[in-house]
């Protein structure tokens, strides 16, 4: 796999928004970004921009065999570890409060190519030590100039 990657994730998200609070929306992005391979890890190290505010937040994913890390740091803070049959707790900072949030991975599947890299987590979701949703995210990594998706101009 290249330096030069785009990063497709698609899962759910929950927001105040939506008419019924308990409907999750699903979400997907597309993001350009960089990989690197280091000590047996994957890295890919990616911004987003949250709708309506100017600052970006930077994002790691680590990936393994049997876990996944993803760290924001900017509008929104905080470090969450995905791993098989663990349940992982955090704070989840975000420019409207903070949360609690509790994440109990069910499965974690990777498949692994000379220019694709696919993720799938199964998870329960916890906010403020109540169950909220069971959820999936679909990570998908591709080499730029491999990539199958592109990003909107």
Do not use: W
Not at 2 to 30: H, R
Not at 39 to 46: C, D, E, W
Not at 47 to 67: A, P, R
Not at 101 to 120: C, P, W
């Amino acid at each position: 796999m290249t330096k030069d990657i785009l990063l497709k994730i698609s899962g759910m998200q929950f927001t105040a928004d939506n008419s019924d609070p308990n409907e999750p929306e699903p979400v997907e992005i597309i993001a350009p970004g960089e990989y690197y391979f280091k000590n047996g890890k994957h890295y890919i190290i990616y911004d987003e921009v949250m709708e309506g505010f100017d600052s970006v937040t930077k994002n790691v994913l680590k990936l393994q065999d049997d876990s996944l890390e993803i760290t924001k740091r900017g509008s929104s803070n905080v470090h969450m570890v995905f791993e098989k049959d663990k349940k992982n707790m955090t704070c989840y900072t975000t420019p409207f409060g903070s949360l609690m949030m509790g994440i109990d991975a069910h499965s974690i599947s990777i498949e692994e190519s000379e220019e694709e890299i696919r993720a799938q987590i199964e998870y329960a979701l916890d906010i403020n030590y109540e169950h909220l949703a069971d959820c999936t995210i679909h990570l998908r990594v591709q080499s730029k100039e491999q990539s199958s998706f592109r990003l909107d101009s």
